[in-house]
């Protein structure tokens, strides 16, 4: 017999019982029939004694198992396999896992006798791979081609799998955002091996596409060549501190954490953005940590003012916000800032630090220095200009009162229509005499008296004294051409009289009217500069008013009356509005509102001078008029002022162009009326403030009018409202 079939005869005479692994047959109910030495020790049997007697079942930590088991290992020897299982066993009130394999006994008619079955004690293993599965890190080896091999639950949890079968095979680039940070961190792993490459943070992508962030460990596993064969190690999920390590690197502010000692103010932590205002030499928080704070202010001072602030808001339970602060950088640069601190309390309620933004302001704060130096000026500007109109206007009613006879109301505006009229009469008996001087003149007496082209003028502006209505087509226009001809006409007769040559009747009669023109003409732009100083008075005043509004201290709000601050704004504008010929009636309810009475009033008296302004004459006999109405409604008072006069257009209306600093409607400038442009747009901002709103609408004053036939007059109501209010 050969060697190899002696080999062959020992093993078969071999007896399973006699294998070194945990070998025991049962019967059908599991009552054991035998075991060998390998299985009485994993189960803890007597080594000597029968086991006859007990059963496999007794060892089962969930009975119910075993139950299962009879079902799976039909469908596995249906397959022609044993049935392979990891088991849990309690023996002696501790946990053994075994992995066991089963096969059924069966007699000749193919009924179930008993089981024989072998097993191997896993508890330590199993206890590993749990543990492996329990940690929160991620665990994981991938293959050569980084096509992961295995990987723990954790791993698979964290990218959003139900399992880490559902990983197996797949390229790690399918987890990677960016592919450009996945081959970075091969070459790393291969560059530091033999060193692992740590904490790298990369963003991957889960199952469902959400990102996250991972923070990866990861080292290389040669392969049999010593090249590159894969890779292992751990992934933590990181994405909300990354996030929020990223916004506090990205943010333009500068977040600080700072610690209060006896004789320093210690910076605890800090993000790049404070490292970078104060100009640290690095933009790592290391740089600054353990750094005394009280060496970035401006100066001793300013370091005891912002403390005291600070205890104050600290007393009160409140942070410090938007506080302007000096400060010094390393590089000894001087800076303006601006602070947002929460003072932080010990249980004895004593501060002992703070936790707070900075903002670098030093240029906002420059720009708002200049910006009140040029509010200052301008206000002084303006205010000048308020005291040279009023010059203007206490010296011009003495002129014109010296010029009488006036054809003209000394407090009411003269309309370009009115201009008109006036000078219609003196141009015309200034053409009459002209044309009769120059009718009789005789040739000889001509030439030696003035060359023929001034002859040949004086015929032209003779024509142009009697069809200046047709040459002269602008309205407001004839006054001041009338006004050059008869100072060009005063001229020639100057020069005409000492000749001689001329009856000294007739040169005087075309000088003094002449003269008489003039005089009118003056009259009108005297009366014209009067408007003008009145019609410009008010608005220099509410552009002081409105510029100067940020420099002055807030006003305390205070209880009103609505008809009171409505009598005060028609007092205001009282001789504006008889300049006008506008009546201005109030009507309506008397209710009390909180508000800040200076502001309020320019407001209103600024909606009143609009009002006033755009109104149309109407026809003789009917004055232009504008109403000013109050009711209210809904726990408001709205304040409406209407008026009937220069439409403004559907779509101002609707864009809210006509709430723009310096807009003017498209229709305003009739008749050349001018503004600041900033009456509304004041108005919505002080009802605002004041928890109230505007509105305004503007319809033709005929309803068979179309509502874009702006030639036609509309009537225009702009609403104000503030809520309700007496204490």
Request: hydrophobic share 35%; proline share 4%; charged share 30%.
């Amino acid at each position: 017999m050969s060697e190899d079939a002696e080999l062959l005869r020992l093993a078969n005479e071999l007896k399973p019982l006699d294998l070194p692994v945990g070998v025991y047959i049962v019967r059908r109910d599991g009552q054991f029939v035998s075991c060998n030495h390998q299985a009485r020790k994993i189960l803890r049997l007597p080594l000597e004694e029968d086991v006859k007697a007990s059963s496999i079942a007794r060892f089962y930590a969930d009975p119910q198992v075993r139950e299962q088991m009879h079902q799976e290992l039909q469908e596995a020897e249906k397959r022609g396999q044993c049935l392979e299982k990891l088991l849990s066993f309690d023996v002696g009130g501790e946990e053994i896992i075994v992995r066991d394999y089963t096969r059924s006994l069966r007699d000749d008619a193919g009924n179930i006798l008993g089981y024989v079955c072998c097993m191997t004690d896993v508890t330590a293993a199993e206890r590993s791979n749990r543990l492996l599965d329990s940690v929160p890190a991620g665990v994981y080896r991938l293959d050569a081609n980084d096509n992961c091999e295995t990987a723990n639950r954790a791993f698979a949890r964290i990218l959003g799998y139900d399992s880490p079968s559902e990983i197996d095979g797949k390229p790690s680039s399918e987890f990677h955002v960016n592919p450009a940070e996945a081959a970075r961190l091969r070459h790393m792993i291969e560059d530091r091996h033999p060193e692992p490459v740590n904490n790298f943070v990369a963003e991957m992508r889960k199952k469902d596409g959400e990102k996250i962030f991972v923070n990866i460990n990861a080292h290389m596993v040669r392969g049999d060549d010593g090249a590159y064969g894969g890779r292992e190690g751990t992934i933590i999920d990181v994405t909300f501190q990354e996030r929020y390590r990223r916004i506090l690197r990205d943010v333009p502010v500068g977040l600080n954490f700072i610690r209060h000692e006896p004789e320093q103010d210690v910076i605890e932590d800090c993000n790049e953005q404070f490292l970078k205002i104060f100009d640290f030499p690095s933009r790592d928080p290391k740089v600054a940590r353990g750094f005394d704070a009280r060496k970035l202010h401006a100066s001793a001072e300013e370091y005891a003012r912002f403390k005291a602030e600070l205890q104050t808001k600290a007393k009160q339970g409140q942070p410090v916000v938007g506080y302007h602060l000096k400060v010094k950088t390393l590089t000894d640069s001087f800076k303006t800032v601006e602070i947002s601190s929460q003072p932080l309390l010990d249980a004895d309620g004593k501060m002992v630090g703070r936790a707070g933004a900075v903002r670098d302001i030093t240029n906002e704060a420059e720009l708002r220095e200049r910006l009140d130096e040029l509010t200052h000026d301008f206000g002084k500007v303006l205010h000048n200009y308020t005291s040279t109109l009023l010059m203007i206007q206490l010296s011009t009613e003495p002129v014109i009162r010296s010029l009488a006879p006036d054809p003209f109301l000394l407090d009411e505006e003269v309309t370009p229509e009115q201009a008109s009229e006036a000078i219609t009469q003196p141009a015309m008996e200034l053409a009459e005499r002209l044309s009769h001087l120059l009718e009789f003149a005789k040739e000889e007496q001509r030439a030696p008296a003035l060359p023929e082209e001034k002859w040949t003028r004086l015929n032209n502006v003779l024509t142009m004294l009697r069809d200046y209505r047709i040459e002269i087509s602008e309205i407001d226009a004839q006054p001041a051409v009338l006004s050059e001809a008869a100072l060009e006409i005063i001229e020639f007769c100057n020069i005409l009289l000492p000749t001689h040559r001329f009856s000294r009747e007739s040169v005087l009669s075309v000088g003094n009217a002449a003269r008489t023109l003039v005089r009118v003409t003056n009259l009108i732009s005297l009366h014209q500069m009067r408007d003008a100083v009145l019609e410009m008075d008010h608005q220099v005043r509410s552009l002081r008013e409105f510029v100067t509004n940020n420099a002055r201290e807030p006003e305390e709000r205070e209880v009103c009356g609505v008809r009171s601050l409505i009598t005060q704004v028609r007092s205001n504008l009282f001789h504006y509005a008889r300049s006008r010929r506008v009546r201005v009636k109030i009507e309506g309810e008397d209710v009390k509102v909180k508000v800040a009475r200076r502001e309020v009033l320019r407001t209103l008296t600024d909606l009143l001078h609009n009002a006033i302004k755009y109104s149309w004459r109407r026809d003789e006999g009917k004055a232009p008029w504008v109403d000013i109405r109050t009711r209210v409604a809904d726990g408001y008072v709205y304040i409406e002022f209407k008026n009937w006069g220069v439409p403004i257009m559907q779509d101002e209306i609707d864009e809210g162009l006509i709430f723009d600093i310096g807009y003017r409607g498209k229709l305003s400038g009739d008749r050349g009326r001018v503004g600041t442009g900033i009456g509304l747009a004041n108005a919505r901002r002080v009802a605002h403030a004041h928890r109230g709103g505007v509105e305004v609408t503007s319809q033709p004053a005929v309803a068979s009018r179309a509502k874009d036939d702006y030639s036609s007059p509309f009537i225009t109501c702009v609403t104000m409202k503030f809520p309700l209010g007496q204490s």
